[in-house]
C-alpha cells in the first residue's frame, strides 16, 4: 500500500508542477502531495527505528544515506549538464539560475542546508524538501521514535504551533516549507506506528471498507479544493489539514494486522521510482519542452508528453545506483 501511495503522490507533486501557471485547479496538488510524503516517512521511519536498527544509530543513518545521496548525486550531475548546455534552462525554472556562494555549494551538495539560508539556487528544484526529511529524520532518532508518549506530545505541540502561526499569519507557507512545520505530520506518522495495533479485534472486511471510503474522501477533498480555486479556496487550509487526516486514517488502517496485502515486486518497483521521479521530473519537462519546440512550458500538452521519459529517465537512474548501493545496504540492515 505505501509503495503505491509513494508512487500516486510523486505524480501528483509532478503534475501539479508541470501544469503551473496553466491549470488553476491543479496547483495544491504538491503542497498536499507532500506533507503526505512527510506522514508517510514519519511512519516508516519510526518503523525501522524501533524493528529494524533498534540501537545501531550509526548503521540507521549509513542507510538513510545510501538511500538518498548516490541517486541524488546522479541525478544532480545530470542537471547541472542540462543547466550549463541549454542556456535557456534559467529561463524555464528560476531556480536554475546558477549562483556560486559557498552555501549555494553546500546546500546543493548536502541538501539539508537549505533549510537555513535563501535556497533560491537549486540545481534539483523540489530538493529543500529532502532536506525537510533529513533534518526531521534527525529529530524522530533523538526524540519522536523513542516512546509513544513522545510522538504524541510532539503531535499537540505542532498542533499549537500550527495554530499560533496561523493566527499570527494566515500564509501558509509558513505552516508548510520550515522543518518545524513539518513535524506536524512526521509525529502523527509516528503516532500511527504506535497505535496501528489498537482496536485489534477490527475485521479485514472492516479496515478494507475504512481504507475505501477513506481514498474516495481523500481524492474528493483535493479535487473540490482544486475546483474550488486551489490555495486561492476560501477554505484551502481545512482542506489542507483534511488531506492530512485523511491520509492518517489511511496509513493506519492499511498497517493495522488486519490487513495482510504486501507489497508485489512491481509495487515495490513504484515505490522505488517514486523518489527519482519527484528529483528529475523539472529536468525532464524542460528537454521535452525544449527538444519538440512546444508553445506552452508548462499545461497538459508538455506533462503528457513528459510522463513516459519521466519514467524512463527515473528507471535508468535506479539501474546505475542500485548494483552498487542496494548490496551495501542489504548488508548494513542485516547487521
Known sequence: MQSGLRFFLAWLVVVAHLTQGVVGWTQHLGVFAVFGFYLLSGFLITLVLNETYKSASLAFFKNRILRLYPIYYVILAFTLIVVLFLPDAAAYKNTWNIQTRPEDILGNLLIF??????????????????????????????????????????????????????????????????????????????????????AAKITKKTIDVIILISLLLWVGNMLYCGFMGAQKFTFFNTSFYINMVLLGVIMWASNHPAYSKRATGFLKLLGDLSYPVFLIHWQVGFLTFATLNLEQPRGWLMLGLSVLPILLFSWLSLKVTSPFIDPVRDKIRNQ
Open 113 to 198: 542546508p537549505f533549510e537555513f539560508y535563501d535556497r533560491d539556487f537549486r540545481l534539483i528544484p523540489p530538493a529543500w524538501s529532502v532536506g525537510v526529511q533529513l533534518i526531521n529524520y534527525f529529530i524522530l532518532w533523538l526524540i519522536i521514535s523513542r516512546h509513544r508518549l513522545l510522538a504524541f506530545c510532539c503531535v499537540v505541540l505542532s498542533i499549537i504551533y500550527h495554530v499560533t502561526i496561523y493566527l499570527g499569519n494566515p500564509d501558509w507557507m509558513l505552516r508548510y516549507a520550515p522543518f518545524e512545520a513539518a513535524l506536524l505530520p512526521f509525529s502523527i506518522g509516528a503516532s500511527i506506528y504506535f497505535t496501528r495495533g489498537k
